[in-house]
């Protein structure tokens, strides 16, 4: 096949890759804010890109970054931040669960595509995914991991070098890019009623546990409810019919 190289198919990696280009201009920002607030914290350059290679994980690095800044102990320190990471990434549960039952990966597959996930690699595969000439496969799920991953360790190097001069992203207004990009990915997937309620109710649910519980945790609540809901209304409209 065309594209392909010992069995690899990089025709769909590239494609996997370009996908995400557009939220890069999301994800350089906040990498680079990042960045600054690591060196603010003490650590060196390479301690700060160090920690975007090996973690990838926007929220929790922050939270490290956070705890550097402010001194906590390091015992202390040390807990809270393990306990911070898992309900902050807590969501990735249901992301795996939902990619293991689409595309069937092997033991080192799932290992790989795991610690490069995330929210945005996610919701753009399973979308552009399947309207992929191959169809969703694992070259072009590695490939929208990885196009993320280096240009969060790009403008986090970008960030730990020349940080200082650069301006602050809340200012900017980036923030709304992954919001309105998501709300992008949702549009096409609500296909009937079903479909319509479980989004509305579910994002009533996020809205009001967002209150009071942290992101990760409302995000894999949220989800689990709202795919408990889907299951009940369509498992009762099949009765019916029958």
């Known amino acids: 096949m065309t594209g392909q190289v010992r069995g690899f198919d990089w025709g769909a990696f590239g494609r996997?890759?370009?996908?995400?280009?557009?939220?890069?201009?999301?994800?350089?920002?906040?990498a680079v804010a990042y960045a600054v607030t690591a060196r603010a914290g003490?650590?060196?350059?390479?301690?700060?890109?160090?920690?975007?290679?090996?973690?990838?994980?926007?929220?929790?690095?922050?939270?490290?970054?956070?705890?550097?800044?402010?001194?906590?102990?390091?015992?202390?320190?040390?807990?809270a931040l393990v306990g911070t990471t898992f309900v902050l990434n807590a969501r990735h549960v249901l992301y795996g669960l939902s990619l293991s039952r689409q595309l069937p990966l092997g033991?080192?597959?799932?290992?790989v595509a795991a610690q490069f996930l995330t929210d945005e690699a996610y919701g753009m595969v399973?979308?552009?995914?399947?309207?992929?000439?191959?169809?969703?496969?694992?070259?072009?799920?590695?490939?929208?991991?990885?196009?993320?991953?280096?240009?969060?360790?790009?403008?986090?190097?970008?960030?730990?070098?020349?940080?200082?001069?650069?301006?602050?992203p809340d200012a900017l207004g980036v923030g709304v890019i992954f919001p309105l990009a998501f709300l992008g990915l949702l549009v096409p997937l609500l296909v009937g009623r079903v479909a319509v309620l479980v989004a509305v109710?579910?994002?009533?649910?996020?809205?009001?546990?967002?209150?009071?519980?942290?992101?990760?945790?409302?995000?894999?609540?949220?989800?689990?409810?709202?795919?408990?809901?889907?299951?009940?209304?369509?498992?009762?409209?099949?009765g019916s019919r029958a």
């Open 16 to 30: 996997g890759f370009r996908v995400m280009v557009p939220l890069w201009a999301g994800v350089v920002p906040f």
């Open 42 to 79: 003490g650590l060196s350059v390479w301690e700060t890109c160090l920690m975007s290679v090996t973690v990838f994980a926007g929220a929790s690095q922050f939270a490290a970054a956070g705890q550097f800044v402010g001194g906590a102990v390091p015992g202390v320190a040390a807990v």
């Open 107 to 111: 033991r080192w597959q799932r290992a």
């Open 126 to 168: 399973l979308v552009a995914g399947p309207r992929d000439p191959g169809g969703l496969s694992v070259p072009f799920l590695l490939g929208a991991e990885l196009s993320l991953f280096a240009a969060w360790n790009a403008a986090t190097l970008l960030g730990a070098l020349a940080g200082g001069v650069l301006p602050d």
């Open 201 to 238: 109710v579910s994002g009533l649910g996020a809205w009001g546990l967002g209150r009071v519980l942290p992101g990760g945790l409302v995000v894999l609540l949220v989800g689990v409810g709202g795919a408990l809901l889907g299951a009940l209304i369509s498992t009762r409209r099949a």
